[in-house]
């Protein structure tokens, strides 16, 4: 992992390989932002005419680098775009330039970022974000790649923010919980992005035991007898059709002052084929990606580990692979539930809902004061809302702090209703509902099913990611390709909330 440190050295006198300045985009064309100063200066202060001659516009996403021929120790500044702003530019456009300077550095191992200082003195709240988008834009997963990446592809392998003061006990406190989010995003994205023949409920849990002992959370694995007797029959329904048995993982942890006690769960399907209710095959490699709830989850949990959070948090995570195969479950099969509650199955490809039920109910049993869950639970959400806005439901209050903490975090999410008619349309007539509903409203269907398991008195909320938690478009800011780390930011700022406010 990149590593992350502070300097207040003139930056006149720093060799690094690169040095980021931010270029604001205004009506009258592009302008250097603070922070900037000090390599203007060294280039006579032709740098804005410079940058100009080369196109730049200040606009997000956009990186131009030149090279400073000797006036300055650094040989290379990357102009990174930061957008028009009427007022201070936002913490998260100024996350994403450093995301989108990181992946533009390929083969400079140390990157100087001035990016902390475009408002002036910065805050925590941005230092932290620059630190998060420089180490987040220089992610990379190479596990499966048998040769080494060229030199001039390496990502920064170390990232020094310019501040004012790099002693200051708040900069680095910015600093580190920037490393130890990172460190979650980055578990969260290789989890997402390993490949589903090494990626199965088994070997899924087993990782999520590895890092949540190195956590110091306590860890428990429900295997497929455990399963059987604690009837789960909606986790071992849909695992049923794989060989590679299901798993439901549970990890525990309980801070210094804890007050309130949260249940976290996350859909962790490490394939969705469809089951018999098959896919067709274009983009089915995508469905190795609908675990990014489960995965988020059992990130989350390292984080908040990591930051000793003084809350008590217990995650329930259910792991299965939905496959067509002769012990397949089927259209027309009804599961009985952890809760006693039975649904007829009308489509074996809403495999999702099915086995957040078993994990919902389970995790209502400890009597959280809050619940929230995770999970690419429908296509629907991607056609409401797109690519990168998850959508979010449940009680009204708890609603609105997520999307009161994906404010704070910078990760898109937007509030949905659960209307009832949406209900009445999983009405079954031979059980107590079904797996699903007519397609209108799907996402909305998704989010009343889940409902159905949760205890009276517990507020909780749903986050459909089908779209955000993973990338099959081009790279942007500081998301690449493949497993994004979305919703663990959000999460983190909300479990903070909830700490501190009950
Ligand atoms: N995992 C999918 C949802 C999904 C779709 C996630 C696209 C990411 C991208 C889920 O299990 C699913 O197949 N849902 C069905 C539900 C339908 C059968 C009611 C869907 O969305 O088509
Ligand atoms: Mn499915
Ligand atoms: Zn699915």
């Known amino acids: 992992m990149t590593a992350l440190t502070l300097t207040d050295a003139d930056l006149a006198d720093l060799a690094a390989d690169a040095v980021v300045i931010g270029v604001l985009n205004g009506a009258a064309g592009p302008s250097l932002a603070p922070g900037s100063e000090a390599v203007d200066a060294a280039l006579g202060g032709g740098l804005l005419a410079a940058l100009g001659a080369l196109g730049a516009t200040g606009a997000e996403d ?15 500044v990357a102009a990174a775009g930061l957008g028009q702003h009427t007022g201070a530019v936002t913490d998260e456009a100024v996350r ?23 408002n002036g003195e910065p805050t925590a709240d941005l230092l932290q974000a620059v630190g998060e988008g420089s180490l987040l834009g220089a992610y990379e997963f190479s ?44 578990l969260c994205r290789d989890l997402i992005n390993t490949a589903p023949n090494d990626l199965y409920p088994a070997s899924f849990a087993a990782r999520a035991d590895r890092a949540g002992a190195a956590a110091g959370l306590t860890v428990e694995v429900l295997d497929e007898k455990a399963l059987k007797k604690g ?72 984080l908040i580990a990591a930051l000793k959070l003084p809350i008590e948090v217990v995650a329930t995570v259910p792991m299965a692979e939905n496959m067509p195969g002769g012990a397949a479950y089927r259209p027309a099969d009804v599961l009985k539930f952890r809760n006693g509650t039975m649904a007829e199955i009308l489509n074996t490809d809403a495999e999702g809902r099915v086995v957040l039920a078993d994990a919902i109910a389970r995790a209502c049993e400890d009597s959280p004061a809050y619940l929230v869950e ?33 404010r704070r975090s910078g990760e898109g999410m937007w509030g949905m209703p659960l209307p009832p008619e949406v209900r009445t349309g999983l009405d079954s007539t031979v059980a107590d509902f079904a797996n699903v509903g007519d397609r209108s409203g799907g996402m909305l269907a998704g989010g009343h099913f889940l409902s159905e398991f949760v205890t009276d008195g517990i507020q909780w909320a749903h986050i459909d990611i089908a779209g955000p938690a993973y990338n099959t478009g081009s790279p942007w800011g500081y998301t ?23």
Request: glycine content about 12%; overall charge positive.
């Open 374 to 406: 995770t999970s690419t639970l429908t296509g629907a959400q991607v056609v409401a809302l797109g690519l990168r806005t998850a959508g979010v439901m449940g009680s009204d209050d708890l609603r609105e702090r997520v999307l009161a903490a994906g």
């Open 480 to 502: 690449h390709k493949g497993g994004t780390g979305v919703p663990v930011r959000t999460l983190l700022e909300l479990i903070e909330d909830i700490a501190e406010n009950g």
């Open 62 to 76: 956009e990186v131009v680098k030149l090279a400073t021929l000797g006036a300055l120790k650094t040989p290379v």
């Open 143 to 186: 596990v499966y790649k048998s040769k080494a990446a060229p030199a001039h592809r390496r990502p920064p392998s170390a990232v020094r923010l310019a501040v004012p003061s790099a002693k200051d006990r708040g900069a680095k406190t910015a600093a580190k919980r920037a490393s130890a989010v990172v460190d979650a995003v980055t």
């Open 96 to 118: 994403r330039a450093a995301g989108a300077a990181s992946r533009a550095l390929g083969g400079r191992a140390t990157v100087v970022s001035t990016l902390a200082l475009v």
């Open 231 to 302: 009837g789960y029959g909606g986790i071992l329904g849909v695992g049923m059709g794989s060989s590679r048995p299901p798993r439901l993982v549970r990890m525990s942890y309980k801070g210094r002052g804890a007050k309130t006690r949260l249940a976290l769960v996350g859909k962790g399907i490490t394939f969705d084929t469809g089951g018999i209710s098959i896919k067709p095959a274009a983009s089915m490699e995508n469905m190795k990606s609908d675990m990014s709830g489960a995965a988020a989850i059992v990130s989350t949990m390292t």
